[in-house]
């Protein structure tokens, strides 16, 4: 299969994945959901859908069992809405991306920090 028509898969189970979810799921553990992303196999039958929520480690892991839970009826409308031999088996996965941005961001702060530190100290030397 060409990874343009596999790229294209992917874009329509996002959008309906994430349209499944905020216009016909009413779960309170799924408050602020986004859908981020989709891994599709080669052969279309297995698809990692990958979520981000805003809130902290509790709120990920009560929205992980809400879409757990609600996983057959996704597949099932997914499967009304979108035309494949296969409909693939969905697996949900916290979507860490930002969270390790924002970690890498913050390690090259500190070390642009104590860069300028270093420096500052350096010239306070050569002053004494």
Do not use: W
Not at 19 to 39: K, M, N, W
């Amino acid at each position: 299969m060409s990874s343009q028509r596999s790229g294209r898969v992917q874009e329509a189970i996002r959008q309906e994945v994430s349209s499944i979810i905020h216009s016909q799921i009413r779960d309170p553990r799924l408050g602020f959901l986004t859908i981020t992303g989709v891994e599709l196999t080669k052969d279309l039958r297995y698809a990692r859908i990958y979520f981000s929520v805003l809130g902290g480690d509790k709120e990920k892991k009560l929205a992980l069992r809400g879409l757990n839970s609600a996983k057959g009826y996704i597949k099932g409308l997914l499967g009304d809405r979108i035309k494949l031999r296969y409909m693939p088996e969905i697996e949900f996965k916290i979507d860490e991306t930002l969270e390790r941005t924002r970690h890498i961001y913050d390690l090259f702060e500190k070390i642009k920090k104590e860069k300028k530190d270093d420096t500052g100290s350096d010239s306070g030397d050569k002053e004494a």
